[in-house]
């Protein structure tokens, strides 16, 4: 259950980020034991998206553990790396509700 939910907030989250011009241009990038939820462009740089359930806090900055953040910007190297990106990035959240699916927020750069 808890994967399907998962699965739908990415759903959610590619589609707003389309609706808003970003190309997908990968979903769970996955490397060793890194990933990253979505890889989007748009005018020519790159958005390393995290997508986190929102159950029963709303504050992105505490669901994001030290650990989690280190994940994601190791997994965000390897991307650069495997894809030679040498343009700009950005590091960002897309807060989707549980039970709606429906994007709360979306930070362009967080970290």
């Keep these: 259950m808890a994967t399907n939910k998962r699965l ?3 759903q959610s989250a590619s589609l707003y980020l389309q609706m ?3 190309d997908i241009n990968e979903l769970n990038y996955k490397r060793s034991k890194y990933t990253i939820d979505i890889v989007a462009k748009k005018n020519s740089e790159i ?3 995290a997508v ?4 029963q806090s709303n504050q992105t900055y505490e669901l994001m553990t030290p650990s989690q953040i280190a994940s994601i910007r190791l997994a965000a190297a390897s991307w ?3 894809s030679e ?3 700009n990035i950005h590091y960002s959240i897309i807060e989707v509700d549980s039970d709606s699916n429906a994007v ?3 930070i362009e750069d967080l970290l």
């Design 104 to 106: 709360m927020t979306f």
């Design 85 to 87: 990106w040498l343009g």
């Design 47 to 49: 958005y390393f998206v």
């Design 20 to 22: 808003r011009g970003y």
């Design 80 to 82: 650069i790396e495997e």
């Design 52 to 55: 986190i359930l929102l159950g």
């Design 8 to 10: 739908q907030a990415e």
